[in-house]
């Protein structure tokens, strides 16, 4: 491979600095673009921590690119939030493209279930009647045929609204369920014209859901993306979490329910079986025995799940041997559509009935394996929530996910580049944790600070007056809430308020809100049941406002500008021990002679405090306050490490008058 050169694009006087006079060098994203080139290069494996504005996409993108002058390297780019993936896909690439000097495509790949089949769609409309039970099932039907005459690329994501799960799981793309070049939409099938895009493109964008279901199925002997060479994995501290939950196992009676229910429905006579009545008597038969032992199976589980003692986790330490009756009723019922399929004549009619049998035996494998722990080091668990309707969700994840991504993905791809704004712990900062937990034994590691001037930008608070939340949790709570109204007041709203706990920040609303509608600033709570993008919506229009949030508002949230002035973290985010895979993953530690707190719970808790401070300075021009009303970062000895591994920036160690917070 000819030697990579990121310098003449990103450094001082390149290309870009030629196309943007005002362009500012980095030296940083110079930093990690060389050592990205050199991994490539070697090659061999990298992690790399970069700041906030290290501007670390393009730091790996145009060694990325400029590798793929060789025809045979290709580049895959994987990112876990769909706002990093559009970034990369919509401002980074065409920049780059208009820049560089190398010719290259890219293109941003999705699962098939993304795309919507023109065969299915139509077979949909003409069985409407038989497969739907509502008015707006079939409007919205309508509305998606009109679309897929004008889409540019027949996904879901290019849809003005979401069409309701019944009705796009009707008409979705999928493996099973699909006649290949037999199809007589196949040459306009915008699934096979994605992939035609995607074999032939030099950088592939995915998201880390599908990487890891690639590298799963390509385990079993087959993929779903093209070999490639360099594999970039962006927002990286977010990889064992979905590695965990794709290698693992997800069941619930609601979602199973509906798969059968979509096959035949008693009350109202409706379903894919219905669709071939004369042929499919037998599985319409056996579909309301299954429906039957489903109910029946999980209603077991929950019953046994309510005979525990109290404080039970839901993990199961032997497999339970529950009866597997529900297993056997569906793959009768899969044999009998297989045998309703037989008497079908046309292929696209019979396909459907096909994939249906398919899924049927699928979904019975799953709740046996689940139900006898197939897998060897996994964690089991069972979930019980009794709400509108009883929800039983049955769950498996491995233990430790570091073996399959070192035997899939870094043993396979020749550089493996990792990299995040929050992968190290301390000072010095150490990547230990972080490479341990995902399997990286050998590789670079290359710690990045940030441009940004934390010094003058930032102002952390640290109260020492509270409780400890660990020893008067209750009077920690109260004093917690009148500490949040005491920062807030100082910037009059402007902040996101972060919680580790849902009911705490459900107690912080009703207290808070009173007094907060008092001085007009608007407070939009998680607790409120307002999507996380609605929220941020409504938080950017009003200036004086204030978010509540829980862990999807610790990462991925970015509002630069005044209107963000202040993070309040409430409790230091230690993950509940309590969780049936924490706890199995902690004894594991303790097994091997370790110290779970200091070699887990600190450094995961680090990492998302990190994340959570990183929310307030997004650009060179943000100003803030970052408070941390948890006493212990200042009483105990790993306070520390959580302080030592926050940005150099001015701190404030202070005792305020809470009595006279009157709330």
Known sequence: MANLDPVSILGPGGAIARRLPRYEHRPEQLAMAEAVARAIEKPGHLVVEAGTGVGKSFAYLVPAIQATANPKTKVVVSTHTIALQEQIIAKDIPFLQAVMPEEFTAVLVKGRSNYISLRRLEVAIKRQNLLFQREEEIDQLVTLRMWSKRTGDGSRSDLDFRPMPSVWEAVQSEDDNCLGRQCPNHSECFFFKARRRMRTANVLVVNHALLVTDLVLRGEGFGLLPDYQVAVIDEAHTLEAVAGER?????????????????????TGKGVLATHRDACREAIDQAQRTRTAAEDFFNRAASWFGSQPEGYNGRLRKAPAWSEHVCEELRRLATAIGRGAEGI??????????????????LADQIAAWNRQAAEAAVYWIEVEQKSRLRVRLAASPLDVGPSLRRLLYTEVPTCVLTSATLCVGSPPKFDFFRGRIGLTAAEALALGSPFDYANQVKIHLPNNLPDPSEQPRDFEQQAIRAVAHYLAQT????????????????ATRALTPWLASRDIAVFSQSDGLPRSKMVEAFKADINSVIFGVDSFWQGVDVPGETLSNVIITRLPFAVPSHPLLEARLEDIRRRGGNPFVEYQVPEAVIKLKQGFGRLIRSRTDRGIVVILDPRVLTKPYGRIFLGSLPECPRVVEAPRLENMRI
Do not use: I, W
């Open 247 to 267: 290698m693992g196992v997800q069941l619930s009676n609601v979602g199973v329910d509906l798969a059968l229910a979509r096959l035949y429905n008693g009350r």
């Open 345 to 362: 004549g046309k292929p696209e009619e019979k396909v459907e009935l096909v994939a249906a049998e398919e899924r049927c035996r699928a």
């Open 492 to 507: 009059h709203g402007k902040a996101f308020v972060l919680f580790t706990s849902y009911k705490m920040m459900e107690a």
